[in-house]
Each structure stands twice: as structure tokens, then as C-alpha cells.
Nanobody, 119 residues
Framework: QVQLVESGGGLVQPGGSLRLSCAASGFTFSSYTMTWYRQAPGKERELVATISSTGGATNYAASVKGRFTFSRDNAKNTVYLQMNSLKPEDTAVYHC????????????WGQGTQVTVSS
């Protein structure tokens, strides 16, 4: 059974930090590109950051570059999103996504974790 379980969300003041985790099971995690997306109320889903299967390459949305760091531990089947200098506009539900091309797309989603940045 494929599972992606996010954790680490919560309420934080502007300028604070959070670390999100996404634990994977039920598939060959080390083969998958992982991506964090977020969706704020009334807004479209936004790609936050992507990491390659080996962790050797990362890409970030301009809005989070320099503040967020995406990493993975393939031995633990887990990815992490370290979020620093948080702003109110970072408030959203954050979802992790796993994607792999193997004759067809394999595309899995977690249920999301709420991040609220407010004083």
C-alpha cells in the first residue's frame, strides 16, 4: 500500500521556522522525484520545491528560494522541507508528491499538513 505521510506543520510567528517531513512507504522511494506543493485558501496549487531521486539536484520556487531547503534521506524513505524566515504568505496546506516514469507515470500524493504563519 502506497503511503505518503506529511508531518511537522503548525502555527508559527513570522520570521520563525518549521521543518516538514514526508515519510514514504509502499514503493521504491529512491527512484522517485519528490516535490512539495502548497495550496492556500482560494488560490491555485503552487509548486514549492523539487528534489531529484538521488538528492543531487533541487529546484525552488522564486518565492521560497534562499529561505527553504529541500532534502531527502533515501535510507529512511523520507524527505524534509526546512522552512526558515517564514512569512504570512507561506500559509497553506503543504503536500508532498512522488513521481516516477516507468512506461507510465507513477504519481502519489500525501494528505497534506497545514502551515500557518501568523502573529
Amino acid at each position: 500500500q502506497v503511503q505518503l505521510v506529511e508531518s511537522g506543520g503548525g502555527l508559527v510567528q513570522p520570521g520563525g521556522s518549521l521543518r516538514l517531513s514526508c515519510a514514504a512507504s509502499g514503493f521504491t522511494f529512491s527512484s522517485y522525484t519528490m516535490t512539495w506543493y502548497r495550496q492556500a485558501p482560494g488560490k491555485e496549487r503552487e509548486l514549492v520545491a523539487t528534489i531529484s531521486s538521488t538528492g543531487g539536484a533541487t529546484n525552488y520556487a522564486a518565492s521560497v528560494k534562499g529561505r527553504f531547503t529541500f532534502s531527502r534521506d533515501n535510507a529512511k524513505n523520507t524527505v524534509y522541507l526546512q522552512m526558515n524566515s517564514l512569512k504570512p504568505e507561506d500559509t497553506a496546506v503543504y503536500h508532498c508528491n512522488a513521481k516516477y516514469w516507468g512506461l507510465r507515470w507513477y504519481d502519489y500524493w500525501g494528505q497534506g499538513t497545514q502551515v500557518t504563519v501568523s502573529s
